[in-house]
């Protein structure tokens, strides 16, 4: 028996590690992808891009295991089914149930290390990749000088060149706008030729511009008294250095991104959620103190003496006609007072909840990430053994409807969830306990060799089901 668990793990390892890091890679690709446009042109360099994927490809992990545990079995069980190797077992005596069980130790390994995984090193992946990614947006653009076109990304200056040479410094017409003492002191800088270039280990732009003229408006304060409407002079040869300071990639402490949910472990998470529904309660203990002084004779929550008059319904409804317009003017408003305060309050608690349930789908997410990796084994390996199909083709079709439908119910769960239709266990489990049935129900029938998915079968069933009918 040890020899058929070795060949049985064998055959699995191989399919395993390829749809790991397929799947892996389309993830983390489809995950890149709505960042493309804040990380071009920024000129970051392959260290910086590869620490980036390298932390996201760890938040990926988790959502990659279930579906390369569906597939990888599939694709094992089902190559098995296909070359008679399962039939060629199951006649020498040996159950289906125990040629899974190898594998299913693994998986049983795989989900363990899943949940601590999820719950010690993705966070602090999350807290790695999330300050790093806000650092790149933050960074600007590579300067990147246009001909014929202002550019704007240096603080304080507008630059164009008409013309700009093949080495990449030798520049022709070029026209400056210096705004660095506001917007009233302007400074024009007009120049026939000049070449940049970087100085003081990058920290620095120069240009050194050739037979040109520098424009001052007259509302400068060194020419406040001149009758000219601006001041011109001439040069041959001229030097602007340019700070680089605002393209420079500054790291963020990472420290101010440690209170968002997803970079807490299990601990952290419950500490928090606790907390807000602490918050909450006190919250609605609070409402009846808090809106009381709106009322004037008699308490809101109680309907108790207050100022030694006791209002009840009866006697407001014989004395409403008698009101003057003025009190009902005062009543109304008073009225929407307390509406306006009670819907603001209400509001308030509901996004403490709220908040409270986010955490929370947070804490859950990190056990049934983990536990949909057995499923999907159950899933995938008895499914396997019933369609005896291999490769990629019918294997790779049926674990993407598995997983779709693993995915919506798992994010209607948590929507359910956050906002409080239903407990946030029930929404976050309801997924894998609505697919543990099914899972159920295929090692059934191929512990009992159906034929489930073969058309004599279906043809057969509608047989028997007519014949019932008459």
Known sequence: MKKLDKLILRAFFGPFLLTFAVVEFILLTQYMLKYLDELVGKDLGAEVFGEL???????????????AVLLSSLMTFGTMGEHHELTAIKTSGVALTRVLRPVLIVVTF???????????????????????????????????????????????????????????????????????????????????????????????????????NTYVDQNNSSFRNSNEQFVRQEFDKS????????????????ELFSDNKMMKNIKELNVVTDSLRRHSEREKKLYAPNVDPFYMYFKADTGQVKNGIRMHEKKVQRELPELTSETLVLATNKARNIKSFTSSYVERVRNTLREANNYEVEIWRKYTQSVSIIIMFLIGAPLGAIIKKGGLGVPVVISIVFFITMYVMTILGEKWAREGLVSVGAGMWAANLILLPIGLFFLYQARNDSSLLEMDFWRKLMARLRRNKL
Request: charged share 20%; glycine share 6%; proline share 4%.
């Open 53 to 67: 994927l390298f932390y996201f490809s760890v938040n990926m992990a988790p959502v990659a295991l279930p579906l």
């Open 239 to 254: 030097k602007l250095m340019l700070s680089m300071a605002s393209f420079n990639f500054d790291r963020t402490r990472e």
């Open 110 to 212: 795989i989900t363990v290390g899943a949940f601590f995984f999820n719950n010690k090193v993705v966070p602090k992946a999350n807290l790695k990749a999330y300050s790093l990614l806000w650092d790149i947006r933050q960074k600007k653009p590579a300067m990147n000088f246009k001909e014929g076109a202002f550019y704007n990304g240096i603080p304080g200056y507008s630059i164009k060149v008409n013309k700009k040479m093949n080495d990449g410094q030798t520049l022709r017409e070029v026209m400056i706008y210096d705004h660095t003492k506001g917007g009233n002191n302007t400074t024009v800088i007009l120049a026939d030729s000049g070449e940049m270039y970087m100085d003081y280990n990058d920290s620095y732009l120069v240009l050194e511009l050739f037979r040109g």
